[in-house]
């Protein structure tokens, strides 16, 4: 069955500090990849996606991830947090399996004081 | 434009009670998909609706089903509620297959 890994649980980052959350899936075929993002009180919103392309794709807010097939990675970026990005991070994939299931991680949970 | 809406936001039953949850899509979508999310997880998927007709189906007991109305509209029905069935229950849906899903603000159900 397939399957997303975040390894970060708990993330704490000062402001304008550089961030890198991790995130593996299992799944030798094809997938579409996305990170969403909950912010306190929020519903999940979408910060990027991978279709095709580009591997290095960039998002809203000055995210940005890039998927390495060969690692089975898709890992989150952002070169300078803002208190604002405080929030819960989830990684998600959809297999091309014939099946929709939007699969995600555990999240990861980034708090970035001032 | 209105994004999914989910009611109600908050909702409290006992255990061994049934429960419906309703969805509304974003406008111009008709895939409805329905996540439970329990503390400090990440969502699960329980099922997808698509044309009136559960498309998909996650690992989720048969006590959860469904229903999605000609407007793609949905319900999410758990019948004899467990103490384990308290989470965020999230709608999300989309317009082509497998797409962006757009999630609604949730429905908390707590099981007393």
Same mark, same amino acid.
């Given at each position: 069955?397939?399957?997303?890994?975040?390894?970060?649980?708990?993330? *704490?980052? &000062?402001?304008?500090?550089?961030?890198?959350?991790?995130?593996?899936?299992?799944?030798?075929? $094809?997938?579409?990849? %996305?990170?969403?993002?909950?912010?306190?009180?929020?519903?999940?919103?979408?910060?990027?996606?991978?279709?095709?392309?580009?591997?290095?794709?960039?998002?809203?807010?000055?995210?940005?991830?890039?998927? *390495?097939? &060969?690692?089975?990675?898709?890992?989150?970026?952002?070169?300078?947090?803002?208190?604002?990005? $405080?929030?819960?991070? %989830?990684?998600?994939?959809?297999?091309?399996?014939?099946?929709?299931?939007?699969?995600?991680?555990?999240?990861?949970?980034?708090?970035?004081?001032? | 434009?209105?994004?999914?809406?989910?009611?109600?936001?908050?909702?409290?039953?006992?255990?061994?009670?049934?429960?419906?949850?309703?969805?509304?899509?974003?406008?111009?979508?008709?895939?409805?998909?329905?996540?439970?999310?329990?503390?400090?997880?990440?969502?699960?998927?329980?099922?997808?609706?698509?044309?009136?007709?559960?498309?998909?189906?996650?690992?989720?007991?048969?006590?959860?089903?469904?229903?999605?109305?000609?407007?793609?509209?949905?319900?999410?029905?758990?019948?004899?509620?467990?103490?384990?069935?308290?989470?965020?229950?999230?709608?999300?849906?989309?317009?082509?297959?497998?797409?962006?899903?757009?999630?609604?603000?949730?429905?908390?159900?707590?099981?007393?």
């Amino acid at each position: 069955a397939q399957s997303v890994s975040q390894h970060n649980h708990h993330v *704490i980052l &000062s402001e304008a500090a550089s961030l890198e959350l991790g995130c593996n899936y299992s799944y030798g075929g $094809t997938v579409n990849l %996305f990170w969403y993002v909950q912010y306190p009180g929020q519903h999940l919103q979408l910060l990027l996606k991978y279709f095709s392309g580009d591997p290095l794709v960039k998002g809203i807010k000055g995210f940005e991830a890039e998927f *390495i097939k &060969s690692k089975f990675s898709f890992n989150l970026r952002k070169p300078s947090v803002q208190w604002s990005d $405080t929030a819960e991070y %989830f990684c998600a994939v959809i297999a091309f399996d014939n099946t929709d299931k939007l699969i995600f991680g555990t999240g990861t949970r980034l708090q970035v004081f001032p | 434009d209105a994004g999914v809406t989910q009611s109600p936001t908050h909702l409290i039953k006992t255990r061994g009670q049934q429960v419906t949850l309703r969805c509304s899509p974003k406008s111009g979508h008709d895939t409805v998909s329905w996540y439970q999310q329990a503390l400090g997880q990440g969502p699960q998927f329980i099922f997808q609706y698509y044309e009136e007709e559960e498309r998909q189906r996650g690992n989720f007991p048969d006590r959860f089903s469904g229903h999605q109305f000609p407007n793609y509209s949905s319900e999410l029905n758990v019948n004899a509620l467990l103490l384990g069935d308290s989470a965020l229950y999230l709608c999300a849906s989309s317009l082509d297959s497998p797409g962006e899903q757009f999630f609604g603000p949730g429905t908390r159900l707590t099981v007393l």
